[in-house]
């Protein structure tokens, strides 16, 4: 299985405080605080197998509509990218179980 992540910001993704900032870092005219979630399944064939499934969940929006709360695997990541880009909505990524300093860093992020 490949990396489902977001694609980095024209200048480079930038982490903050365990936060990742994608999409329209300048100039954006919204943004999305989504948090990631990594579920691994294991099935037992002949062989173990393990996978990683990544969701992100919005989780707030300021200026900005998104058509989905959860966004699961590489095509609907990919369709968050597009939108993100032609849109102009900066997206801040938080760990699954962030910290208040994340959450006010991201708050933060959305209105830099």
Known sequence: MGDYSFRPAPDGPQETKG??????????????????HTALKRKLLLAA??????????LATHHCKLPKKRFVGSGDIRKLNQIAARQKIKLVVIPAKATRVQWDAARKACHD
Do not use: D, F, K, P
């Open 49 to 58: 197998v393990v996978y990683e499934r990544t969701e992100y969940r919005v």
């Open 19 to 36: 936060l990742l900032i994608s999409g329209t870092t300048q100039g954006n005219v919204g943004c999305a605080i989504l948090e990631r």
